[in-house]
């Protein structure tokens, strides 16, 4: 069974930065568009950031500009830099397919506060 594991979340003030991996136990994640997702508390999980095989990405319009995917097909990894955080960004993130194919990962919590 697949397994994703999230890290680099953290607490951090307004205004700065962190960078979160996703490791993946497969190798079906170089043929995989990849996602990561958040969930704050009392909201529905959502995608943030998308990224094909062909390194095609897009972003939801709250994190345009701001956050930055990228993947590493060599170590069945991705990424998501993100600068300029706000506390509305506040929520645990997941990494998966970009249709949320395989099985969430226990994510990692990212806290913006000051």
């Known amino acids: 069974q697949v397994q994703l594991v999230e890290s680099g979340g953290g607490l951090v003030q307004p205004g700065g930065s962190l960078r979160l991996s996703c490791a993946a136990s497969?190798?079906?994640?170089?043929?995989?568009?990849m996602g990561w997702y958040r969930q704050a508390p009392g909201k529905l999980r959502e995608l943030v950031a998308s990224?094909?095989?062909?390194?095609?990405?897009n972003y939801a319009g709250s994190v345009k500009g701001r956050f930055t995917i990228s993947r590493d097909n060599a170590k069945n990894t991705l990424y998501l830099q993100m600068n300029n955080l706000k506390p509305e960004d506040t929520a645990v993130y997941y990494c998966?397919?970009?249709?949320?194919?395989?099985?969430w990962g226990q994510g990692t919590q990212v806290t913006v506060s000051s």
């Open positions: 998966n397919t970009a249709r949320s194919l395989w099985p």
């Open positions: 497969t190798n079906a994640f170089v043929i995989s568009a």
């Open positions: 990224i094909t095989t062909g390194g095609t990405t």
